[in-house]
């Protein structure tokens, strides 16, 4: 792996960062005001709106699209370090358009959609024009085992009828979500369990759609995006809007989440280097018994120990990107799962330590440090807990030194 950035990703970096310099980080506190002035807060917030222009005229306008004819043209490798530019505000992503689930859903329905499905979904997410939501996690069952799924997609002549209930579809509460990815059950009695789920693009204008409630994260909101419950009744879909073909839905999933994972990383890196600088600022101006916060031994070990977890992740998180895109997402699932528990369980841990040196601040929305926690928890959780991560981790470590199966065993 060479560990050198092409040039191309280079000035890619720089524009990014001066992109930050004069138009992000001016504008955190007038994002903060105005969601807290905001009357309705499921509307899109101002001032992303305006910096969109701004983002597409200096060209960092859907960067994260793998080799892409609609995006940068880059590869996992080389869209990691924007990324990590763009996990030091939370918000920032949108203004590229390079927000998930948008992400995700844009190179699905470009990997796995028709040429109808592209031009009337794909079209008008890469030009901002509209939103999405990703429907796949339900209350009833545990979902981490992506099998369990219940909700049925059933065929009825030149429709599809679905029925069931998902929760943390994030985006669906956002009023610019015009189409959802669902995945369900089209044949539940298959003898392969991953042959029996299929993912259907559902236009949020079709009836027998509700969304029941929001669900807040740790007592945030995350509007305008958000996180819903919703429940399908007797959905009639077309029978064309079926993605690749039935039983193919956990293999999309696959391919879907293998970037996500990749880019929630990297985001998370991002996020950890920016708690780090409040961290080390906040200690060498708060002077706790007679002398700076950042002379006390038991402080400059979080910091030394912070700057080490954050290399060693990004270190892991590029070498994962890099395997993806030279032998493929199948090949590279455990460096895939590797950084996924990694780069989750480092965030925590170094947000942890900057609250910890912002004392009662750090618990407040003063610093921006609530918000880290609440984003760095729940990456423990999203695309596939930790435990499922290790268990395959495991599984695909403990088979290197299985011996070879005899033809009896295989015969039985």
Known sequence: MDFAFPEKVEQLRARLLAFFDEHIYPNEQVHRQQMAEAKDRWQPVPIVEALKPKAREAGLWNLFL??????????????????????????????????????GNMETIERYGTSEHKERWLKPLLEGEIRSCFAMTEPDVASSDATNIQTRILRDGDHYVINGRKWWSSGALDPRCAVFIVMGKTAPDSPDRHRQQSMILVPRDTPGLTIVRHLPVFGFDDAPHGHAELRFENMRVPASNILLGE?????????????????????????????????????????????????????????????????????????????????????????????????????????????????????????????????????????????????????MELSQYKPPRTEAQAAE
């Open 247 to 395: 039983g193919r839905g956990f293999e999309i999933a696959q391919g879907r989440l293998g970037p996500g994972r990749i880019h929630h990383c990297m985001r998370a890196i991002g996020m950890a280097e920016r708690a780090l600088e409040k961290t080390c600022r906040r200690a060498l101006e708060r002077r706790p018994f007679g002398k700076p916060l950042a002379e006390q031994g038991v402080m400059r070990e979080r910091i030394a120990n912070a700057r080490i977890m954050i290399d060693q992740c990004r270190l892991l998180t590029l070498h994962a990107a890099w395997r993806m895109d030279t032998v493929g997402n199948k090949v590279a699932r455990k460096d895939i799962a590797a950084i996924k528990v990694a780069a989750a369980n480092m965030a925590c841990q170094v947000v942890d330590i900057a609250i910890q040196a912002h004392g009662g601040g750090g618990v407040t929305s003063d610093f921006g440090l609530a918000e880290m926690c609440r984003y760095a928890r729940t990456l423990r959780i999203v695309d596939g807990p930790d435990e499922v991560h290790r268990d395959q981790l495991a599984r």
């Open 66 to 103: 793998p080799e892409s004819e609609h995006g940068a043209g880059l590869t996992n490798l080389e869209y990691a370090p924007l990324a990590e530019i763009m996990g030091r505000v939370g918000w920032s992503s949108e203004v590229f358009n390079c927000s998930a689930p948008d992400t």
